[in-house]
C-alpha cells in the first residue's frame, strides 16, 4: 500500500491547478452563479482538454483508464476553488457506471462523449421522501416495443440543468436496473439549493422512452457508483475545507483587534486548530476511500467510503462554520469569499443522508 502520489498524478494536480488560477479562479463562481450550466463553454473545454473527464474510461474507449485517486486528485482542485461545473457527474457517476455495467456496445456509444466533454451525464438515484434509500425504487421500467419507457420522479440529480444524458435508476421486474435518458426526453427542473456552486434538479418521467444499460441486476454496480460519488464530493470538500482554513488562518495573521492581530487570541487559534485537525482526518479518510475503491475489495472499499463521508459530513461542515466565525461579519458579505466556502462545506453535510445515514450504514457493516 503506497499513499504516495505518482510523478503521473502530482503533474495532474499541477496543471489543473494551473488552470483552474487562469481561467477558474474563485471569481469565476459568480460569474456562473445563475447560469444553470455552472460553466462556460471556455472552462469545460479547458478542463476536458485536460483530458481529466476520461480518467475512469477506459483507454479503448477514448480515456486514459485511471482510477479514483486520479479522479480525486481533480476533485480537490476543483473543491479549492468551489468550482460549479458538472466533473463529478459526468466523469465518476455516469462514466464509472457505463464503464461497469455497460455492454460494448452501451460502452462504445457513450463513453467516447463523456470522455471527451461533448457529452454532460448524470445519475438520477434518490426519490421523494426517501432519503438517501436507492435500492428499491418506485420508478419503474416497462417494456414499449424494442424499447422500455420510465415513469417516476427522481431528485437532488446532481447537474441535471447541464445533462445531456441521465442515468436513471428504475424496477425492471424484480431487478434493478439503470437505464439512459436523453434529458430532453423528460421534464427537469432547477432545484434551488443553499449553495449557489452546486446544481441539482427533479426530473419528471412520464412514460420517457429510454434504453437499459447493460443486463441483468445492476444493483453492485450502482452500490460501487454510490461509493465512488459519495468519495469525490468528500474529497472535493477536503479541497474546499483545505482552502477556508488558509484564509482563515491569512486573515487571522493580518485583522487586529485590540492592538494585536486576532490570531494572538487563544479562542481563535483554538478554531483554527480544529479546522487543521478536521481537514486532515477528513484528507486521510478520503484518499484511503480512494485506494480502497481501486484496490481493496467490495466490502472494505464500502466500509471505508461509508466512514470518510460519515466523518466529513459534520467535521468539514464545522471547517465552514468556525471560517465564518474568524471572518466575523465580512465573512457573511457576497464580496468575501468565506461563505462560498461555507455553502459548498455545509451542502456536503447533507449529500448521502448526512452523518446519520452514513453511522447507521457503518454500524450494520459492523454488526454484520
Not at 438515484?125 to 419503474?140: N, Q
Request: glycine share 12%; net charge negative.
Amino acid at each position: 500500500m503506497n499513499f504516495e502520489f505518482s510523478e503521473e498524478q502530482e503533474q495532474l494536480r499541477d496543471s489543473v491547478r494551473r488552470f483552474l488560477a487562469d481561467r477558474a479562479p474563485i471569481g469565476h463562481v459568480r460569474g456562473v452563479w445563475d447560469d444553470p450550466r455552472g460553466t462556460t463553454d471556455l472552462v469545460w473545454g479547458g478542463l476536458t482538454a485536460l483530458g481529466v473527464t476520461g480518467l475512469l474510461v477506459p483507454e479503448a474507449q477514448g480515456g486514459s483508464g485511471g482510477g479514483m485517486v486520479d479522479a480525486a486528485v481533480v476533485c480537490e482542485e476543483l473543491g479549492r476553488v468551489v468550482n460549479p461545473g458538472p466533473f463529478v457527474s459526468t466523469a465518476v457517476g455516469a462514466a464509472g457506471l457505463i464503464a461497469d455495467l455497460g455492454t460494448p456496445a452501451d460502452q462504445a456509444d457513450l463513453l467516447p462523449g463523456l470522455a471527451a466533454g461533448t457529452t454532460v451525464g448524470t445519475v438520477a438515484l434518490l426519490e421523494p421522501g426517501r432519503r438517501a434509500a436507492w435500492r428499491a425504487p418506485d420508478t419503474v421500467a416497462a417494456r414499449s416495443g424494442t424499447g422500455w419507457a420510465l415513469t417516476g420522479t427522481k431528485v437532488h440529480v446532481a447537474d441535471l440543468p447541464a445533462a445531456d444524458v441521465v442515468l436513471v435508476t428504475a424496477a425492471a421486474g424484480a431487478e434493478l436496473g439503470v437505464f439512459a435518458v436523453e434529458a430532453a426526453a423528460a421534464t427537469g427542473d432547477h432545484t434551488p439549493t443553499v449553495d449557489g456552486t452546486r446544481r441539482e434538479g427533479t426530473l419528471t418521467l412520464d412514460g420517457a422512452p429510454t434504453r437499459r444499460i447493460g443486463t441483468g441486476d445492476a444493483s453492485d454496480a450502482v452500490e460501487v457508483t454510490v461509493d465512488r460519488l459519495h468519495t469525490a464530493w468528500v474529497v472535493d470538500g477536503v479541497g474546499a475545507a483545505q482552502r477556508a482554513m488558509e484564509i482563515s488562518v491569512e486573515y487571522a495573521k493580518e485583522r487586529e483587534q485590540f492592538g494585536a492581530p486576532i490570531g494572538s487570541f487563544q479562542a481563535v487559534q483554538h478554531l483554527c486548530a480544529d479546522m487543521l485537525r478536521n481537514v486532515e482526518l477528513a484528507r486521510a479518510a478520503a484518499y484511503y476511500a480512494c485506494w480502497a475503491l481501486d484496490a481493496a475489495d467490495r466490502n472494505e472499499a464500502h466500509r471505508a467510503t461509508t466512514m470518510a463521508l460519515a466523518f466529513a459530513a459534520d467535521g468539514l461542515c464545522s471547517v465552514g462554520a468556525s471560517t465564518i466565525q474568524v471572518h466575523g461579519g465580512i465573512g457573511y458579505t457576497w464580496e468575501h469569499d468565506a461563505h462560498l466556502y461555507y455553502k459548498r462545506l455545509l451542502t456536503l453535510q447533507g449529500l448521502g443522508g448526512g452523518s446519520s445515514d452514513q453511522l447507521e450504514e457503518l454500524a450494520s457493516i459492523i454488526l454484520d
